[in-house]
């Protein structure tokens, strides 16, 4: 089922929860205050892709379930929804006031971290095609991509800076994502076990 | 959403706006039929109680507005966990208690306390310290009645408020991580709780408080952040010194004793300089410039020599 399961299908599935949380703003299903909840529900489904990519190698590693294909379509969705979830701020929140945006991102904890956060996505979303993968070779597009563990660290603490005294949700995500990054701690299998499993 | 009945309130009807004078202008259909059960004598051609001249004439919210979205967070941290969550309080019998530097303490029985009192609907805009804003329209009378009554002695200096604390039904109060060293804390100057805009309400839109928005009885003080709006009120201490409120024991850095809208002093999560009215204009809403003192002016002499940027 795995492997029959597409990848388009995936990017499809992904999108979902971004119409339906417009959708909703739109059709006034989504409580008073629309512009946060799509703010909010954007912001969340970015930090869910991300934790999600980061549950790729974890999976493979202990679980011996091999999603890797998957993984790029993840982390793009995990960028896609992170920018709209910054235009939903500057353009719906803000109305386009780049001074008082500016303010903001400058002087707010969680801004400036979100922002933090988003700036460290990008170089991870341009380089995500097999081309740059080549371009720049697997070892340096790897240690490029460590750039995740802080972005995952910086998402989760911008959630917990982003809202009042401390509820349990954002906690459970910051949970989840030092106990993903700690499982990459985890004493690697001897190197030949590992090859002979890869190849 | 599930509104409690209001004959379960210690509210006469006979002193409530008639819904009908509010059906005429807004639209609260929905929540009218849940609500409006002992109005059924009123009628329809009944004329609007005349609007007080500290009402402001801005267009009230709708009622699912302010009875959906609600920081309550004795029941829950989400804006419509209150509504869903708020029905399992009991509030009749409710007892209210004064104390402190007074001469005449005393437990009132609610509705023994609210006999004596005339009350009077007050349109005020609501300000969150969210960054957000409602204008609502409350049945209440001034806090200055109530506390003449007990007839504080020199010595006071403060008012303190406590909201109810009762587990069993205020789920929030079970949940955890703790977000409030319960029971919800709040507290005015004596000058501020006299002044004559500050209000405790028992209604809105001319019934008795839902109980998300506090009922029986809460605290308005519409010059202040919202949160200075203590809800289902137990408790009113007279002192000499500065109380603790809920808030500025979490983060005093972030919530000060004041909490006075003032667009000009920051704070750490949301932009104090413009707010969105909550209800209008969809996914497309236009921020408005946030007013000092929320646009409540008279207030500001309460406060002359005051540094409102020390003291936020
Ligand atoms: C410049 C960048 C960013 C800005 C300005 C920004 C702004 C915001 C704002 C205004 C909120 C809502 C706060 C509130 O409820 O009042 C929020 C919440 C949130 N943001 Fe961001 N954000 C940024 C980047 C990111 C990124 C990159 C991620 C994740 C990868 C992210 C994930 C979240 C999450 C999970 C929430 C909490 C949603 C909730 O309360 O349920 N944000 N952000």
Known sequence: ?????????????????????????LSGLSGPDPIRALEQSLGLWALRFLLAALCVTPLRRFAGVNLLRYRRALGLLSFYYAALHFLAFIGLDHNFDWAEIGREIVKKPYAFIGMACLLLLIPLAATSSNGMIKRLGAKNWTRLHRLVYPAALLAVAHFIFAVKSWPLEPLLYAGAAVSLLALRLAPKKSRSLEQAGNA | MLIRVST??????SEITPRAAWLNRRDVLGAGAALGLGFAGVSATAAPTPRSPLSTDEKPNRLSDITGYNNFYEFGVGKSDPAANAGRLKTRPWTLRIDGLVDK??????????????????????R?????????????????????????????????????????????QRGFPRIIPWPYREGLRLDEAMHPLTILATGLYGEPLPNQN????????PWKYGFKGIKSIVRLTLVAEQPPTSWSMIGPDEYGFFANVNPNVDHPRWSQATERRIGEGGLFAKRLKTQMFNGYDSVASLYSGLDLRANY
């Open chain 1, 1 to 25: 089922m795995r492997r029959n399961f597409p990848v388009w299908a995936v990017y499809g599935l992904g999108f979902v929860p971004a119409v339906a949380a417009f959708g909703a703003g």
């Open chain 2, 214 to 221: 506090g009922a029986p009885l809460r605290l308005v003080v």
């Open chain 2, 128 to 172: 969150c310290v969210e960054g957000w804003s409602m204008v609502i329209p409350w049945l209440g009378f001034p806090l200055a009645d109530a506390i003449s009554r007990a007839q504080p002695q020199s010595a006071a200096k403060y008012v303190a408020f406590e909201t109810l604390y009762r587990p069993d039904e205020m789920s929030g």
């Open chain 2, 105 to 126: 303490p005393a437990d009132y029985a609610l509705e023994d306390f609210l006999k004596p009192l005339t009350l009077e609907e007050r349109i005020y805009r609501m």
């Open chain 2, 8 to 13: 379960d309130r210690p509210v006469a009807s």
